[in-house]
């Protein structure tokens, strides 16, 4: 007999859709609970009460850009999910915990498994890539923000600020639109080939073959979710210790230990209406997408201090002391 509870229920009376990541209200509140959390070392026009809104909103871009055209959705469809097998390997080819160093790498590794990318999912690549575009955004802020202060002709000053303005619009774009992979990683079934439903796998547990995937990101967690409760769970940062690379990683394997509970719950009834284990499980989940994006975002503000822009490199260190004019990286000589 099929258990019916709010998931069963919401796929009967829908239509199907494709799934997304967290639907508007995860990746909303996920976007907003980071920023308004965000250290009060960063700068201020990215702590205040409009940016965390914006962020929300962005955060929500990559799944409202869906269906611009088949160049476009399908090389980017992919940066929403990474399927990782019962073995911890990427549909069979490198292991989640030993990913190549570059798509490129990981194309290769995922070509001689017999697949590809589209269908494996880059997801891992997408974080690091926002990530270092972050660091090199804020690197371009501090030097902007370093050099407009130091500026004594009126028309330098005014350009600079004028470019320290399209930075900080850039930050915004830029963090919103990355904030979006970030939440998505805090899915589980963004992690795995039981991506929705336990699919045509060995199942001795007898888990849901349901299509739970959009029912518990969308309509479940918008019916039992608020920002104020995430904000109130939200743990202490936490810096990364170590490479973007090996962080994200360790990420994305805490999410991944988190598909077995979840059928496991499902199976218990946990999703039905009411039911506290399913709101507790959709809330921690929720809230380790906002502490990893703020967690990460802080890291690069930390890591551009150590940054340069140009060539010949010019270093944040050296204009912010005062020992180097950036005027030519900033503005250009051709």
Known sequence: MKRLGLLAALLLSAAATEAFAWGATGHRVIGEVAVQALPPELPAFLR????????????????RSRGAGRIHDHGRDAAHFVD????????????????????LDFQKALAAAGTDEVKAGYLPYAIVDGWQQLVK???HWRILNAAEQGATDPGRRAWLAQDRRRREALILNNLGVWAHYVGDASQPHHLSVHYNGWGPFPNP?????????????????????????????????????????????AYLQATYAKVIPYYE??????????????????????????????????????????????????????????????????YGTD
Request: hydrophobic content about 45%; aromatic content about 6%.
């Open 137 to 139: 955004d804020f690197t």
């Open 265 to 330: 719950l499902e199976k218990a009834g946990g999703f039905r209406q009411g039911d506290a284990r399913g709101r507790a499980f959709a809330a921690e989940r929720v809230t380790a997408g906002a502490a990893a994006l703020r967690d990460l975002t802080a890291d690069a503000w930390r890591a551009s201090a150590a940054g340069s822009i140009g060539r010949p490199e010019v270093k944040v260190a050296d204009v912010e002391a005062g020992r180097v004019d950036p005027w030519d990286a900033l």
């Open 48 to 63: 205040s009460a409009d940016a965390a809104a914006e962020i929300g909103e962005l955060a929500r871009e990559p799944d």
């Open 84 to 103: 990782v097998d019962d073995a911890g390997l990427v549909l069979g080819g490198p292991p989640l915990t030993a990913l190549p160093p570059t798509r």
């Open 205 to 249: 547990r007898g888990y849901t073959q349901e299509k739970v995937h959009g029912p518990f990101e969308g309509a479940f967690v918008r019916a039992n979710l608020t920002g104020a409760a995430v904000a109130r769970a939200l743990p202490a940062y936490q810096p990364c210790m170590g490479a973007i690379e090996g962080c994200t990683v």
